[in-house]
């Protein structure tokens, strides 16, 4: 379990990396290209570190476990070169924002994490702002990570129930997501009249659509929800954020087009999400 690599040098990517580097010095954090990049921890931006990323294309060493932490719209570009770094046993962990891509690794020992890590990349620069938890499904594979994990800064969870897990993640994501890329603000947009009741109306519909896939969350789930978006401090965005003012493809059809496509299979009726739907895949960059 020492041969460990993580393909993405994004804010997941590099702060799993961080994490883990103490007790792995061999650990590859794996690119585009090599290039040094600089990392902020925990918001502190007087104190930065180097890590180094290493390109996926010329690496080929066998690998224990890999972590996939690219977003859902660079997965298809990193798919071929998963089997050079691969063997029978190699444990996959998916760490990404969304549903629905897992199928896509055809591989023995794949696992989707949901992730609970905070933070920006501009260029080849990444400040993390908050959290170190990666959520897994309970088994044999995913004791191994956690133990992996042990003495390091990532906090591996497991649990019995991961498609609630996703679910949970998928709903925090759905709203605040929502409104801080159309608007194109940080999470100080909530303090604008009317978004928290945006934020609510999104919620309420997302809880529907979860219990049409029969994943059933207790009555104060939204109220839950809320708290957490009221935690954000004004200054920090989301990644469909980040991605909206860098012009980069964004993870709507893991998110909002998932959601809105479970809602069209059980006919329900989500207006507010049907309202922003299309106005996401309207800033969409092709």
């Not at 104190?47 to 660079?74: G, M």
């Not at 170190?132 to 390091?152: C, E, G, S, Y």
Request: hydrophobic share 40%; proline share 4%; glycine share 6%.
């Amino acid at each position: 379990m020492n041969n460990i690599a993580i393909i993405g040098p994004g804010a997941v990517g590099s702060t799993i990396a961080f994490d883990l580097y103490p007790k792995y010095q061999s650990l590859l954090l794996l690119g585009r290209q090599d290039y040094d990049l600089t990392y902020y921890a925990n918001g502190n931006t007087k104190h930065p570190y180097t890590l180094t990323v290493s390109s996926l294309k010329a690496s080929h060493s066998k690998i224990d476990v890999l972590i996939i932490a690219v977003k859902i719209p660079q997965l298809e570009s990193i798919l071929p070169k998963i089997d050079d770094l691969i063997h029978d046993q190699t444990i996959i962990i998916l760490a990404q924002n969304g549903y629905g891509q897992l199928s896509r690794l055809q591989y023995p020992n794949v696992f989707q994490a949901v992730v609970y890590i905070s933070g920006q990349k501009n260029g080849a620069t990444v400040t993390h702002y908050r959290d170190h938890k990666l959520v897994l499904q309970d088994a044999p594979q995913t004791r191994l990570i956690k133990k992996m994990a042990t003495n390091t800064d990532l906090n591996i969870e497991l649990t019995s129930d991961i498609n609630q897990a996703i679910w949970y993640k998928l709903l925090v994501n759905l709203a605040i997501n929502t409104v801080t890329a159309l608007t194109r603000q940080t999470a100080v947009v909530l303090q604008t009249p009317g978004i928290k009741t945006l934020c609510q109306q999104l919620l309420t519909e997302g809880v529907g659509i979860a219990q049409a896939e029969n994943v059933n969350f207790n009555k104060d789930v939204i109220q839950d929800i809320m708290s957490i978006y009221n935690g954000y401090p004004n200054e920090m965005g989301t990644s469909m954020y980040y991605d909206i003012i860098s012009n980069k493809p964004l993870e709507i059809e893991g998110i909002q087009g998932f959601l809105f496509n479970k809602a069209r299979t059980h006919k329900l009726f989500t207006p507010v999400l049907d309202t922003v739907y299309p106005l996401l895949l309207a800033q969409q960059k092709y």
